[in-house]
């Protein structure tokens, strides 16, 4: 009998080492031709022996089907978590991103915060990177954009394979002004170097990077813009799954970017997202149903697709479903549920949920009157930038309204609202003009705003249009012009317009007189309620 001596028998660590080694070269292409199946077969051979290195790997090429790997999210998940077990940052980082997003396993936010703030204290480059995405956001945890700058500088530092996805975010900071002084020569230099580190992986058929180089070409961040190529790799993405890439495909093929529009085929890749329970795939689907894009009009499918995106967080979602219970549109008419669902998309500091959680307080609509609250709500949107917000903190200054009555501040807000071109803003900017509220009386700039909003359509301003043409205000009188914009803001059914017009042809100012045509326009005011259009049909 043979004695075998088994300190010479190859240990099995050493084993797996080499064969991780030996997939990572071909992984890589590095003195080998790149082969992602001869990596797959070395990873699984390291990775059941135990490598933790390997372990992560398998989990990585399952989830994002490198070469032509199919994807198997419970097998990557088990991946995964045996490499998180053994304190894998990087392993922790993506599996709490799994449950993060609810990619293969049910969403559960603490614990995806949980493991990514484990993958980000170890220094994984992964887990820095999602920890200051979250950081940016402040979705789920206290916004602070200094520390995220921080860590994305720490993993950008470390380098290594996914080291684009923190180049990106930093590039966009520097381009937004998020945390850091805004330089976009800075983020010109990083997003450049972070598509290159994606078009790697993407080409490789990392399908996470194939979306993220998708989204770099459709808005020029790094690449030159370039919407053909963009919908290149969101299909390449979302024909494997990719869920982000079916709903940025979607979007493309609704507004005909980089493909012919075709409402059809959007509604087919925002539906494939939704079923996968993608939020925004539901609340782009929702959309689709509302307003009959791709598919017939049904409200009750939106507002269960609304749903479903709404209890996710999806801040659009909860402001939609809000609107649909506010108005009884595919659910039954609830103000209370209306102003919960706005409530929720407005602490997420989505400014049109703001503005309507300050209708609610004005109005003492869902919840008790307050008007202080209502002025507060208002502010934040204003804060934005949003032009509605700014309209109606507007108004408050300047009547009063929960805030110390200030025509010079409700003027400032005005004109932020009108220089964003916001119709309703020029319309009162102008007549704060007019008046001298908050600013020195001058009809002409008066005039000049409100025609501004008159242009755009809007009925008020165009009524008011009228009414100095027919007075000479800011002009010569003119009453084939002021006959001209009663028209106008009467054919989009504004009372006052309507009346005047019928006043027009009965007296035959502006217009021959036209008894037939002066009794059809004061009876349309009147069944609105118009006090003197009433009153003239009973004399």
């Known amino acids: 009998?043979?004695?075998?001596?088994?300190?010479?028998?190859?240990?099995?660590?050493?084993?797996?080492?080499?064969?991780?080694?030996?997939?990572?070269?071909?992984?890589?292409?590095?003195?080998?031709?790149?082969?992602?199946?001869?990596?797959?077969?070395?990873?699984?051979?390291?990775?059941?022996?135990?490598?933790?290195?390997?372990?992560?790997?398998?989990?990585?090429?399952?989830?994002?089907?490198?070469?032509?790997?199919?994807?198997?999210?419970?097998?990557?998940?088990?991946?995964?978590?045996?490499?998180?077990?053994?304190?894998?940052?990087?392993?922790?980082?993506?599996?709490?991103?799994?449950?993060?997003?609810?990619?293969?396993?049910?969403?559960?936010?603490?614990?995806?915060?949980?493991?990514?703030?484990?993958?980000?204290?170890?220094?994984?480059?992964?887990?820095?990177?999602?920890?200051?995405?979250?950081?940016?956001?402040?979705?789920?945890?206290?916004?602070?954009?200094?520390?995220?700058?921080?860590?994305?500088?720490?993993?950008?530092?470390?380098?290594?394979?996914?080291?684009?996805?923190?180049?990106?975010?930093?590039?966009?900071?520097?381009?937004?002004?998020?945390?850091?002084?805004?330089?976009?020569?800075?983020?010109?230099?990083?997003?450049?170097?972070?598509?290159?580190?994606?078009?790697?992986?993407?080409?490789?058929?990392?399908?996470?990077?194939?979306?993220?180089?998708?989204?770099?070409?459709?808005?020029?961040?790094?690449?030159p813009e370039d919407a053909a190529e963009a919908v290149k790799w969101f299909r390449l993405a979302a024909d494997r799954g990719d869920a982000i890439s079916q709903v940025e495909l979607g979007q493309c093929y609704l507004g005909g970017t980089g493909v012919s529009e075709d409402p059809t085929e959007a509604f087919k890749w925002f539906q494939k997202a939704a079923l996968q329970g993608k939020d925004d795939g539901q609340f782009w689907l929702g959309l689709c149903y509302l307003s009959g894009i791709g598919i017939s009009e049904d409200f009750t499918e939106a507002a269960r697709w609304f749903l479903a995106s709404a209890e996710q967080g999806n801040a659009a979602a909860q402001l939609h479903l809000g609107r649909c219970y506010l108005n009884g549109i595919g659910v039954s008419e609830d103000i209370t549920e209306a102003v919960i669902w706005f409530y929720k998309a407005a602490e997420q500091g989505d400014a049109e949920s703001q503005v309507s959680m300050g209708f609610a307080y004005l109005g003492g609509s869902g919840v008790s009157q307050d008007e202080h609250e209502a002025a507060e709500w208002f502010f934040r949107a204003a804060e934005q930038g949003d032009p509605n917000g700014q309209v109606q903190l507007g108004y408050c200054y300047l009547n009063g309204t929960g805030v110390s009555q200030n025509p010079s501040e409700a003027f400032q807000w005005f004109n932020k609202a009108a220089e964003q071109g916001h119709a309703e803003g020029e319309n009162v900017l102008g007549l704060c003009y007019l008046n001298g509220n908050g600013v020195m009386q001058n009809n002409m700039r008066g005039v000049m705003w409100c025609r501004k909003a008159a242009e755009q359509g809007f009925a008020p301003a165009q009524n008011n249009m009228a009414y100095f043409c027919s007075e000479g205000i800011g002009g010569s009188k003119n009453m084939q012009d002021a006959v001209s914009w009663w028209r106008l803001a009467a054919d989009q059914g504004d009372a006052d317009a309507q009346y005047m017009l019928g006043i027009c042809y009965m007296e035959g100012t502006g217009v021959p007189k036209n008894p037939a045509e002066a009794n059809k326009w004061i009876r349309l005011a009147a069944e609105q309620g118009h006090e003197n259009a009433l009153e003239t049909l009973k004399s």
């Open 1 to 223: 009998m043979t004695n075998i001596n088994t300190n010479e028998l190859p240990d099995k660590n050493d084993v797996a080492q080499r064969h991780y080694d030996l997939a990572m070269r071909y992984h890589n292409g590095d003195g080998v031709p790149l082969d992602c199946k001869e990596a797959l077969k070395n990873l699984l051979i390291a990775g059941e022996a135990g490598h933790v290195g390997a372990q992560y790997q398998l989990g990585e090429y399952y989830s994002e089907g490198y070469g032509d790997t199919e994807i198997d999210m419970p097998l990557a998940l088990r991946w995964y978590e045996k490499a998180a077990a053994q304190g894998n940052g990087d392993a922790q980082a993506s599996l709490g991103s799994c449950y993060m997003e609810g990619d293969g396993v049910e969403k559960n936010i603490n614990k995806g915060l949980q493991l990514l703030q484990s993958g980000m204290e170890k220094g994984s480059v992964l887990g820095l990177t999602f920890w200051a995405t979250e950081l940016l956001s402040g979705r789920f945890v206290h916004q602070n954009s200094e520390e995220a700058i921080r860590l994305l500088h720490i993993a950008i530092e470390k380098g290594g394979e996914d080291v684009g996805l923190a180049q990106f975010g930093l590039g966009i900071s520097y381009q937004m002004g998020h945390g850091v002084e805004q330089n976009l020569d800075k983020a010109a230099e990083l997003l450049t170097a972070a598509t290159e580190k994606m078009t790697i992986g993407a080409q490789k058929g990392n399908r996470s990077k194939q979306s993220a180089l998708g989204i770099s070409y459709l808005n020029g961040l790094g690449v």
